[in-house]
């Protein structure tokens, strides 16, 4: 089955407590809504893989990308699902490659909601809602800034779905403002 959005809220919170890692997962669940319009698909389901893909990092870190299969089959949801959230860890932690539009656009901007919520804590308003591509490109050329952000994965994303990294680190930024305030990304403008 395809869980509905309050189904896959609930697998979601059953083994995630971390606080950051529920924001990454609305972050990200967001942004695919977006993409999802920009492809004119399905924006519920491309949702759902986002807010599901790291299901088992918190309680499984050694195991992610494979625990999850079992998680999921154990909760009897759809198999294309479970090959969505598993191929984002393609070349990382397994050889499963992202085939359709909405896997090679997860795979692409997981890592950068990642390297933009960093950009925008250390920015002075805090907030993603004034947030420019060429300060998250900055920060993207700079090594040492979020070094945890794997830099390549994100560059072969753009590949996948032929997208520049600037058309991707805008529609990314899009997708995170529509949850800026729930993520804790809304800061504070300040008026010039």
């Not at 699902?81 to 896997?103: A, Q």
């Not at 919520?117 to 900055?138: C, G, H, Q, W, Y």
Request: aromatic share 6%; charged share 30%.
């Amino acid at each position: 089955m395809y869980p509905t959005r309050e189904e896959a809220w609930n697998i979601l919170r059953e083994y995630n407590k971390d606080e950051h890692l529920i924001n990454h997962a609305l972050a990200v669940e967001s942004v695919m809504r977006h993409f999802a319009t920009i492809y004119k698909e399905d924006q519920e389901k491309w949702g759902i893989a986002g807010l599901l893909h790291d299901l088992d990092y918190e309680k499984y870190p050694d195991e992610h990308c494979k625990k999850v299969i079992e998680i999921m089959r154990e909760k009897n949801l759809d198999e294309e699902l479970i090959h969505s959230v598993v191929s984002h860890g393609y070349g990382l932690v397994n050889d499963v490659k992202p085939e359709s539009n909405l896997e090679k656009v997860l795979y692409t901007i997981d890592e950068l909601t990642g390297l933009i919520n960093a950009t925008v804590i250390m920015r002075p308003s805090k907030s993603i809602l004034d947030l420019e591509v060429k300060s998250v490109k900055k920060k993207f050329k700079s090594k040492g800034f979020a070094a945890g952000v794997n830099r390549e994965v994100i560059k072969n994303g753009c590949d996948m779905i032929n997208k520049s990294l600037d058309e991707v680190i805008k529609e990314t930024i899009e997708g995170m403002k529509n949850v800026a305030e729930e993520i804790g990304l809304k800061g504070e403008l300040v008026n010039s």
